[in-house]
């Protein structure tokens, strides 16, 4: 196992951790409820609710590049769903890994929706293709490969792109948002067309490369992306 992986796969077990932690502290108030009513502690736990997964599956904006993995956004989202009182349950698994481009994505993702069979999904990739210089052609079937598996497992999707620096031409930054906004309306997918928008052009929220938001800035970001994952979280349709 690599590096990547290996840090990839550590991070996954501690989302999970984190929520199952939270989930075990309401399990045991729920069962004990379920003996005060009559029933056996056997039958109390074959009833226990399973937990929701969402899914974040992304590159080095949501992998937590340059910072503690219990700083970045989805591990953000991980504390604010545990603290919620749905049943059953949400969990947060981000597989996520810096320097993923939709191919390395598209490789991997279904292996990754096999073991964590999540209820939703925040695909969170094409950044890397675009500062790589690889064709948006190729860009465009690995995201539609991805978002099609995602919808051979019945999960709900969220895109989420990300905008490129005004050097890259407007033709070409046209082109590379329409990637997301087709995908989304192809796939009845919920869409945030850019994760770091609502940091600005702000050079203390980003760290010293200019592309990384920095730790102090993930709960900007947590926002941006629950205002388009509530729907999703509540099985309305998205906005």
Not at 15 to 42: D, K, Q, T
Not at 163 to 172: Q, R, S, T, V, W
């Amino acid at each position: 196992m690599g590096m990547e992986e290996g840090k990839q796969r550590k991070d996954e077990l501690e989302s999970v951790r984190i929520v199952r932690r939270e989930f075990l502290r309401r399990s045991s108030r729920w069962i004990a409820g379920l003996g005060l009513l009559g029933n056996g502690p056997a039958s109390a736990l074959a009833a226990a609710p399973a937990l929701h997964t969402v899914l974040v599956f992304g590159d080095s904006l949501s992998a937590g590049y340059g910072m503690a993995s219990e700083q970045a956004w989805p591990a953000l989202l991980a504390h604010e769903l545990a603290q919620r009182s749905a049943t059953p349950p949400w969990q947060v698994v981000n597989a996520s890994i810096s320097g993923e481009t939709t191919h390395g994505g598209a490789a991997r993702l279904a292996a990754t929706l096999e073991r964590v069979r999540p209820a939703v999904v925040i695909l969170e990739l094409g950044g890397n293709d675009a500062l790589r210089g690889l064709p948006l052609a190729d860009s465009r079937r690995n995201l539609e490969a991805m978002a099609t598996m995602v919808e051979a497992h019945h999960a709900r999707l969220l895109v989420v792109g990300v905008a490129l620096p005004p050097n890259f031409g407007d033709d070409y930054t046209g082109e590379f948002a329409r990637l997301f906004s087709t995908l989304a309306a192809r796939h009845h997918a919920a869409l945030l067309p850019n994760l770091v928008e609502s940091l600005g052009d702000s050079r203390e929220a980003f760290q010293a490369d200019g592309i990384h938001p920095q730790g102090r800035a993930q709960p900007q970001l947590l926002a941006s992306v629950m205002r388009h994952l509530e729907p999703l979280l509540a099985g309305r349709p998205p906005r």
